[in-house]
């Protein structure tokens, strides 16, 4: 498949071009002008006022029955939204979930779809292409917003797996009486255990390299997908305790419970003299 790709980062855009990975476009209109009639774009932008802007962008520049696939993590309403503006044009709009992080290059993507039938269709070659097989690691999951909803929970799900893996090893690591060869748990339990996955995989590599380990800050961001999944649990009155307290638990690696965990201590020191530690 011959790709033509824009960046606004010419860096990378040189970069990608050298390893003749695309024929590059030093701009929209250009990307758009080179493309032939009728034409299939696919943008993998940050949520929000770049994706938005870049939308309303092409919306100028395309023709009707273009083809514009967002494959980046947007918050399915503004998929919604979107489609239904394009549409107004005669312009087409798809929403994929992408999931496989840096590995899908060699390993495929996993590929979460929202569109109608005949659009997702039309672009089944490329999705084809992008997932493991030509049948397995893409499907159409409904109509547009679909697509970024299924990735949303996805990822909500994600956060949840990563702190029971990490809470569990911690306290295997915590727990020195035992002196517990904890990186060979993380290895032994990728065979035959219900709990294998590439996640605990992905653990297991850590462990196996615990210098690199020390030198990570206890820092996790959050990308947004967790605070989405949260909000939709809450508007559906749907119980999602786990994915909530996931959630939780990165803003406090965030020093956001820091003020709360002085309060708490001065709370203490006031009823029962407890000491408090003092920076």
Request: hydrophobic share 45%.
């Amino acid at each position: 498949i011959h790709v033509l790709g824009f960046d606004a980062d010419h860096a990378t855009l040189d970069k990608l071009a050298g390893e003749q990975a695309i024929s590059p476009a030093f701009s929209l209109e250009e990307l758009v002008q080179a493309l032939p009639q009728p034409r299939v774009l696919w943008t993998m932008l940050p949520a929000g006022p770049i994706s938005q802007a870049t939308v309303d962008k092409l919306a100028s520049l395309l023709s009707q029955d273009d083809l514009l696939i967002d494959g980046a993590n947007a918050r399915y309403q503004d998929s919604q939204a979107r489609a239904a503006s394009l549409q107004s044009k005669g312009i087409q709009f798809i929403d994929v979930g992408v999931s496989g992080g840096i590995w899908g290059l060699q390993n495929g993507y996993c590929l979460m779809i929202g569109g109608s039938p005949s659009s997702v269709e039309r672009a089944s070659p490329y999705f084809q292409a992008l997932a493991p097989s030509a049948e397995q690691g893409w499907l159409h999951c409904g109509p547009v917003g679909a697509g970024h909803y299924t990735k949303m929970i996805h990822n909500g799900i994600e956060y949840g797996m990563m702190q029971a893996l990490a809470e569990g090893f911690a306290l295997l690591q915590n727990k020195k009486d035992l002196q517990l060869p904890v990186a060979d748990i993380a290895e032994l339990w990728q065979h035959g255990s219900v709990v294998r996955s590439w996640l605990l995989e992905l653990t297991a590599d850590a462990l196996a390299d615990p210098e690199n380990l020390d030198e990570i800050a206890p820092f996790v961001s959050d990308s947004g997908e967790g605070r989405w999944t949260v909000d939709a649990a809450v508007e559906q009155g749907v119980p999602a305790p786990v994915l909530s307290m996931a959630l939780m638990m990165r803003f406090a690696t965030q020093g956001k419970n820091d003020y709360a965990a002085k309060l708490l201590a001065a709370m203490r020191q006031g009823f029962g003299g407890h000491a408090v530690v003092k920076n």
